[in-house]
């Protein structure tokens, strides 16, 4: 996956699997983006090869959790897990399960992203592992 020369752009939309991993290469022709290499089913070293010849790359995955559900999980772990006063058990679920990158895209668009936490069954273990 390798380009000519130029603005190289990459984009990989990451997938848990390999098999549903794709990534793009592209190159840039009179300023229009132009498809150049497209692969479905990327692997771990197709992706490395691709991202490491690009000027610039974007990841279509979450980089890490929200700050809370990490401190949620640490608090699980030790046994302890108390409900922050003053909110409803929906609203603290709800600062568990997405980012403020996720609530920044619902305030703007009404879309509900995906949460990197949790799905619907996981806001039911939220709620059972509180106190």
Not at 25 to 36: F, H, P, R, S, Y
Not at 73 to 82: E, I, S
Not at 100 to 126: K, Q
Request: proline share 5%; aromatic share 6%.
């Amino acid at each position: 996956m390798v380009s000519g020369a130029g603005r190289q752009r990459v984009g990989v939309d990451l997938a848990a699997e390999p098999g549903r991993t794709a990534v793009a290469v592209l190159g840039w022709d009179d300023g229009k983006a132009v498809v150049e290499d497209l692969r479905v089913g990327a692997d771990d070293e197709a992706l490395l090869a691709a991202l490491t010849t690009a000027d610039k790359a974007g990841i279509d995955a979450p980089f890490g959790w929200p700050d809370a559900f990490a401190v949620f999980l640490a608090a699980h772990l030790a046994g302890d897990v108390p409900v922050p006063g003053g909110l409803t058990g929906q609203q603290w679920r709800r600062q568990l399960a997405w980012r403020h990158t996720d609530e920044t895209v619902r305030a703007a668009t009404g879309i509900i992203p995906l949460s990197v936490a949790a799905d619907r069954i996981g806001h039911a273990a939220m709620r059972c592992a509180a106190r």
